[in-house]
Every structure is written in C-alpha cells, then in structure tokens.
C-alpha cells in the first residue's frame, strides 16, 4: 500500500506570492489534516477535512486555506506569503477518527525569500 | 499553544541503554499517541494509549499514562543507533492531534 505523498518536496517563493501544496493521502484514508512545523513554534495543528468538509481549524489566519476533493486528495492554499512562513508542512491521513493513528508524509519544505 | 511539553528536550545514550523520555499535558484527553520523526522526513506513528489504560508495551516500547498527574512517558530499552530521532507525544483533547515540544535522541554506536 502505497504511503502519504506529498508535493512538491521542496519549494522556494518570495514574499508576496502564492503556494498550492498537494497531498495523496493513503487510499481508503478519508480524514487528511495539515501541519507547520518550525523550530520556534514546532508542530502545529493547521485544519482537518473530511469527506471534502473541513472539520477542524487551528489558529492560523485567513491565508491559510485548503481543500479536499472527491477522490480524498487534498490541497492547501498560503496567500500573500510572508517570511514567517517558512516551515515543513506536513500532511497526515487516517481512516477517520482521532483516535487512530495517522500516517504522515515526509512534507514540503517552503522557504520565503 | 502545544498541550504536551516533553522532557528532557534533549537526551544522548550509548548503544544498548534504555531510553525514557516524559510528556506533561494541560487538559483531559480521550487518548495519547507518541511518534517518532527522523530528520527532515516526516512522523511515525509508534504507539496510543487511550485514557483508561496505564501500561501498553509494543516491542522495545513500553508507554505508562498518569491521567492524574496528567503525564505520560516512553520507554525504549535496549537502544540501537537506528532509535537516533526526536520523539513527540500528541493528544486529541478537542478532536484535532495537538503535539507536544519533542525530546531529541542520540544514539552513539
């Protein structure tokens, strides 16, 4: 069975513009949520989808977005990036429940020039 | 905010040493899971213990929960340098996973 993929693996923007992030979660995963992952602020929680709903929210502004489609694939969206920005996203799927373990990909790592 | 602060941060051992590594947590939890992550890749899952059990062991895992003191802690006997990662506890207190700080381990061969 194939694991979490997540694309692209590396990704270098300016401040300013836009990012689209991809993540194929484990198929028959239906839940996918995101994560930021700094050395400052460590692992956190960005929002969860399921059955193409988001579910939950952390505490990230607006510019943060994401989506999830039909087949269980999921996108997000950064807006308007800033330096603060920069970080490891990570993307984890699981059948359904937090009370499961979830599967991660290795992520994208954005830098912000 | 993180719900779990792990202890130590950092922890350096010799081949063949147990490991043990704690994380505190803030509010009541339905259940907690530990990962480990090597560097630059991304989490895996090792263990989750639900808030009614006290001891679970899994190979050279054995992970204790304290729901009383709100605390939990990670046992790895018998280290092996392949073991060198940092560790994160994760709780599901409001339905999302909410990681703790993580504890870097070093292995030495």
């Known amino acids: 069975k194939a694991g979490v993929t997540q694309t692209p693996r590396y990704l270098i923007k300016t401040r300013g513009q836009q990012v689209t992030l991809s993540c194929s979660p484990i198929s028959g995963h239906r839940s996918v949520s995101w994560y930021q992952q700094t050395p400052g602020q460590g692992l956190q929680f960005l929002f969860e989808y399921f059955s193409e709903t988001q579910r939950n929210k952390g505490n990230f502004p607006g510019r943060f977005s994401g989506r999830q489609f039909s087949n269980s694939r999921s996108e997000m969206n950064v807006s308007t990036l800033e330096l603060g920005d920069s970080a490891l996203y990570l993307c984890?799927?699981?059948?359904?429940?937090?009370?499961?373990?979830?599967?991660f990909g290795d992520g994208t790592r954005l830098s912000i020039l | 905010s993180q719900q779990g602060e792990e202890d130590p941060q950092a922890l350096s051992i010799q081949e063949g040493e147990n490991a043990t590594m704690n994380c505190s947590y803030k509010?009541?939890?339905?259940?907690l899971q530990w990962y480990r992550q090597n560097s630059g890749r991304g989490l895996v899952h090792l263990i989750l213990i639900r808030s009614n059990e006290r001891e679970k062991h899994s190979g050279r895992l054995r992970v204790t929960l304290d729901t009383s003191k709100k605390s939990s802690s990670l046992l790895i006997t018998a280290s092996r340098a392949a073991d060198t990662a940092s560790y994160f506890c994760a709780t599901d207190a409001t339905n999302k996973l909410i990681f703790g700080t993580g504890t870097l381990l070093a292995v030495q061969p």
């Open positions: 509010t009541s939890i339905n259940n």
């Open positions: 984890a799927s699981s059948l359904g429940a937090f009370n499961q373990p979830q599967h």
